[in-house]
């Protein structure tokens, strides 16, 4: 008899949606003021490392003598920082989140 009691939410549950989405396959629509991830115009950067230094996390490293500027995607926490220092400003927050992967992502761009 303890089947009856449940037998409405499992009939329920069979014909309604799921209540989750399929975050790779199904993406939401970012809202307006969501930061996702930091891109960079490189051309524009003057190396002058301002964003390693201002980064909480030490997500992001500056090479100036080969210049380059490389991110650990993982270890950023979207705080803005880096975006709101840099005197070029060539670095914005996109509104798309870092696609989903095994490992530490690690983006290295060079001028």
Known sequence: MAFVPFAKTIFKNLVSKPATRLYPVTARKPFD??????EIDIQQCIFCGLCDRKCPTH???VT??????????????QCNSCVEVCPKKCLNMDQQ???PAPGKVVDTFHA
Do not use: L, N, Q
């Open 33 to 38: 003021r969501t930061r996702g991830h930091i």
């Open 59 to 61: 997500a992001i490293t």
């Open 64 to 77: 100036k003598a080969d210049k380059g500027w490389s991110i650990e995607r993982m270890r950023c926490i």
């Open 97 to 99: 989140y870092t696609r």
